[in-house]
């Protein structure tokens, strides 16, 4: 696993990614602990997980939604987006839909395909925490969530487009 | 011009040092290539043919004084002292040094200028209509919401890595003067019966392999819904769109695969969470976005001058210059210029940095400092006085811009193609020059009226072939360039009831050598047919149909059928 960062520092990372085997075969679920259960099992054994005494996350690849988990939302403590590679944007709707649609409230992680130089963009539409591929420096990607000042456009951190902060300051 | 306030700046200065960085990492082997590679287009940098290449971003087209002596600065100091103004109405330097990129990047910085998003799947500079703000047909002054569009899509977190690039145009006048209807995204200012502004949106429109006319997914959006609206269609499209084939990608794929009413029930599902949410355009920021334009101070001037009129009707080089290159001004008194860039010899669009300070130094004696470039590849001062235009056309025409080709068969439009371009499957430049060499003959030329002529060098359709009254590609058949041409395209409704339109291939292709007896044989057809000089040549295209312009090419159908029993024997 490559590095977390959380919170806009280096994190010790107590959740466990629960992914099928090279053959598909379903991952083995602990008897305990913080556990990301990947969309497709969460849907197949709800039930069982419900019972789970650690803490749940959910999984979602790039072309799963957010629909398909909204009502079960309050029950997961994070939601990992999966990037199958830099370039697909997919999972930045997929943030902001989490954030700015559903109220979500709880860690949303980025993982996968997390470089460097997305992570600014990423952090905009909502993520608050960052798996780094294993091969990226963590500490010099620590400078890169704030590359840009400002935005033009709204986005989950910045819930009022620049126009109308400008407008604002400009009566003040 | 648009004028940046503090704001503005910052950002175009804090992507300078972004790249700096990305290019050091890169440089000192901590950046793969295909990584780097991501991120250098979204600053414009191919790595081409014989070297790298940079987009330069003019937004919307419009230029200053100022900033294109920084282009002849950065031509000359950085490259060959030369560039090419490109179909998109971007600026193209063909020899600079990838570890000098960020220094170029850092010079135009300093003239509120960048390379922000002229390539990758990103969403690209916005074009609008060259006359913008000037043309006596204007509903609204396209640079305003161009400026906003460019502002909300510039650095935009959520659709900064969409599955393919992505294209908008807007058109502010009544004749569109855009090709609003090949882009991704293309806005037309309308009024309503109320006299209120909107915009008629067409979706999915585009050239490249599958070239497609937009549909239109809206007739009337109120302009307060723009931000909101054009949000909607690009979730959709980032969301959905294809991202498992490159030539599947574009939103016309997704457009056409949903159906098109499909398409404009999901993104009505998607805006109708975003309608009337903050990004809802207010008077406020309208007024505040024009307000940083600066704006010509023009005189109070009777609507011709004496001089003028003399040298109008004394000189037949000025009066043809005048008929072709000088258009209608809405302020009595000024006209709008176009400087040819279509001197036989002379590659479509390309200008060495001393013709940039000339021109750079006419613009501020005669139209207030400020040029535009139009998607035809032409430069434009928009601001004339009528009594200077004799003056004008005299310096122009010593400088080799005074070709009065605007509208006629030699003011083609021509990619780099094969010359430069590594995607190019063949050379486009000679071609050009081979036809305008062909058509030497000024009368002639203006006999046969107003005619497009597009040269692509591959399906890329950079040259916008598609939409070529005549449309040449270039094609590779085993190794060899050879050209296939279309005819009946058309780039939009620049004249009332004739409407965009794809052009159709009218048989096999041809070798280079032949291509300017093909495009006489097109052109005799079409003088015979025609009926009068009024209608023009793609007006009887679409009068007649193809069929009669590929007898006159390649003989009767059976003509045709014999020539291939022939070409079948003997094989």
């Known amino acids: ?17 629960l992914s099928r085997g090279p053959g598909g075969e379903p991952p083995e679920v602990p008897a305990q602990g913080d556990v990301i259960v990947p969309l497709a099992l969460w849907l197949e054994r709800r039930d069982a997980f419900l019972a789970y005494p650690g803490r749940l996350g959910v999984w979602l690849d790039a072309n799963e939604g957010p629909e398909a988990i909204a009502s079960d939302l309050p029950r997961f403590a994070l939601v990992a987006v999966n990037f199958p590679k830099f370039g697909d944007g997919r999972g930045y709707s997929i943030a902001r839909l989490l954030r700015e649609r559903y109220g979500y409230r709880g860690e949303l992680r980025a993982i996968g395909d997390v470089l460097h130089d997305h992570l600014h963009f990423m952090k905009q539409c909502g993520f ?22 400002e935005g033009y456009q709204t986005s989950a951190l910045r819930p009022v487009p620049l126009f109308r902060r400008r407008l604002a300051a400009g009566k003040r | 011009m648009y ?23 890169f440089l000192a082997g901590k950046l793969s290539e295909d990584e780097f590679r991501a991120l250098r287009l979204r600053n414009g940098l191919y790595i081409q043919r014989y070297a790298p290449m940079l987009r330069i971003a003019i937004p919307y087209g419009l230029l200053s004084t100022k900033q294109l002596r920084k282009f002849a600065h950065i031509t000359r100091r950085y490259d060959r002292g030369y560039g090419h103004f490109s179909t998109r109405q971007n600026l193209q330097i063909n020899w600079p040094k990838l570890p000098q ?3 170029i990047l850092a010079e135009l910085a300093t ?4 390379a922000i998003q002229t390539s990758g799947n990103s969403f690209r500079n916005i074009t609008t209509d060259h006359f913008a703000g000037v043309a006596s047909d204007e509903i609204v002054d396209s640079f305003v919401w161009c400026e906003i569009i460019r502002q909300w899509s510039t650095f935009h977190p959520e659709f900064s890595y969409l599955p393919r690039k992505f294209k908008f145009a807007m058109n502010g006048s009544r004749s569109d003067r855009a090709a609003v209807a090949v882009h991704d995204i293309g806005l037309h200012a309308v009024r309503n019966a109320n006299g209120e502004v909107g915009f008629k949106v067409l979706v999915g429109g585009g050239l490249g392999r599958t070239p497609m006319i937009g549909f239109v997914i809206r007739e009337f959006l109120p302009w307060r819904h723009l931000l909101t609206y054009s949000e909607a269609i690009l979730r959709v499209y980032n969301r959905y769109g294809r991202r498992d084939n490159i030539h599947k990608a574009r939103i016309k794929i997704l457009v056409k695969e949903r159906g098109p009413e499909k398409f404009r029930e999901e993104v009505d599902a ?12 207010v008077p406020e920021e309208i007024a505040r976005i024009e307000s940083r334009f600066t704006r010509p101070s023009y005189l ?14 004394t000189d037949r080089a000025f009066a043809n210059w005048h008929k072709r290159n000088v258009h209608p001004h809405k302020k009595a008194g000024y006209a709008a210029v176009t400087l040819s860039l279509k001197q036989t010899g002379v590659p479509p669009g390309d200008v060495t940095a001393d013709q940039m300070e000339r021109i750079a130094d006419l613009a501020d004696r005669y139209s207030f400092g400020e040029l535009r470039v139009s998607h035809e590849q032409n430069l434009i001062f928009a601001d004339v006085q009528i009594a200077d235009l004799h003056a004008l056309w005299g310096e122009i025409r010593a400088l080799g811009f005074a070709t009065p080709n605007i509208g006629l068969l030699t003011n083609i439009i021509c990619c780099p193609g094969g010359d430069f371009c590594s995607l190019a499957n063949a050379k486009s430049i000679p071609v050009a020059e081979a036809i305008q060499q062909r058509f030497d003959d000024l009368d002639y030329l203006h ?10 060098g591959c399906m890329n359709a950079c040259g916008h072939h598609h939409v070529g009254h005549i449309g040449i590609l270039g094609v590779d058949k085993n190794g060899e360039e050879w050209y296939q041409i279309e005819i009946g395209g058309n780039q939009g409704e620049v004249r009332p009831g004739v409407g965009a339109s794809l052009g159709k291939v009218i048989g096999p292709s041809f070798a280079r050598a032949e291509i300017p007896d093909v495009i006489e044989k097109l052109i005799e057809c079409y003088l015979t047919r025609r009926d009068g000089d009024a209608e023009r040549f793609i007006d009887v295209v679409h009068r007649i149909g193809v069929e009669p312009f590929k007898e006159s090419v390649y003989g009767n159908a059976d003509q045709r059928a014999a020539h291939r029993r022939g070409q079948l024997a003997s094989a």
Do not use: C
Request: a negative charge.
């Open chain 1, 128 to 149: 608050d925490a960052f798996v780094l591929r294993e091969d990226q420096d963590a500490q010099a990607a620590l400078s890169a969530l704030d590359t840009f000042s």
């Open chain 2, 101 to 103: 990129v960020p220094d």
């Open chain 2, 3 to 25: 004028l940046y306030d503090e704001i503005d700046q910052k950002l175009v200065d804090e992507r300078v040092a972004q790249f700096r960085d990305q290019t050091r990492r």
């Open chain 1, 1 to 17: 696993m490559g590095t977390l960062i959380k919170e806009q520092r280096i994190a010790a990372d107590s959740w466990r990614l």
């Open chain 2, 270 to 281: 998607e805006w109708a969470h975003l309608k009337d949410g903050p990004s809802t355009l």
């Open chain 2, 447 to 456: 006999d046969i009226g107003e005619i497009d002529v597009n040269i692509s």
């Open chain 2, 300 to 313: 109070q001037l009777p609507a011709t001058d004496a001089g003028f009129e003399t040298a109008h009707a």
């Open chain 2, 111 to 114: 003239v509120q200028m960048h």
